[in-house]
């Protein structure tokens, strides 16, 4: 039994000696940069994702802005608004038909 006992302890001793671990370290060097890897990518995520919510409330300001201005134009461009908006500068609604004017000379 007490063989096992020491064959156990020498094989961790073994992963702790200063040559196995010098052969390990690219290992270690590799699994550091997987974990950098992974903690940018996280913060990548989260920066995606704040900027998505920005850009759809933009988006929402901006089509509230636009129905605004259309319904706006809309009403402007009614016959009884342009009449009220040309009033103070003398010009008036047209109450007879238009004349058509017609060339009399003759077409060669």
């Known amino acids: 039994m007490e063989k096992e006992g020491n064959e156990k302890k020498m094989n961790w001793s073994r992963w702790f000696h200063y040559q196995s671990l010098v052969q390990q370290v690219p290992f ?3 699994l550091a ?3 950098v890897l992974y903690i940018y990518n996280g913060h990548y ?3 995606t ?3 998505i919510g920005r850009t759809e409330k933009e ?3 901006l089509k509230y802005e636009y129905k605004m201005i259309k319904g ?3 009403s402007r461009s009614k016959q009884s608004e342009l009449v009220k908006a040309v009033t103070p500068l003398g010009l008036q609604e047209l109450t007879v038909s238009p004349v ?3 060339d009399s000379l003759p077409q060669q």
């Open 28 to 30: 270690f060097l590799f």
């Open 100 to 102: 058509v004017l017609i």
């Open 72 to 74: 706006e134009l809309l």
């Open 49 to 51: 994702i704040r900027d």
């Open 45 to 47: 995520a989260n920066k």
């Open 59 to 61: 988006v929402k300001e």
């Open 33 to 35: 940069l997987l974990a």
